[in-house]
C-alpha cells in the first residue's frame, strides 16, 4: 500500500517555463522504470509553478527516488531553469481512493 510520497515544488525562471515543462514530460519513463515509485504526477500551476507528487510503499522506493535519475537530472538544470532551488517535501498519506 502507497503510504509515503514526495511533493516537490519549483519555479521556472522567467523564459524557461516551456523547458520545465518538457523536462518533466520527458522524465515520466524514468519514473516509469523505477520499481519502488507507486504514482508519479507532474503538474503545473499558472506560468511558473511546477511540481512533482509521486507515492511510494516503503522508504526504500522513496529514498531510491530521491537519489534516482529525475532527482539527478533536475538538480543539474536547476540553476539554468529554476529560479530558487526545489522545495521537498516527505509527505505521510494519510487516506486515498
Known sequence: MENLALLARFEAKP?????????????????EAEPGTIRWYA?????STFGIFDTFADDAGRDAHLGG?????????????????????KVNILAFK
Open 15 to 31: 523564459g524557461k517555463e516551456q523547458q520545465v515543462a518538457d523536462f518533466l514530460k520527458s522524465a515520466l519513463p524514468l519514473a
Open 43 to 47: 503538474w503545473q500551476i499558472g506560468s
Open 69 to 89: 535519475e529525475i532527482a539527478k537530472a533536475l538538480l543539474a538544470s536547476a540553476d539554468e531553469l529554476l529560479a530558487a532551488p526545489p522545495v521537498i517535501d
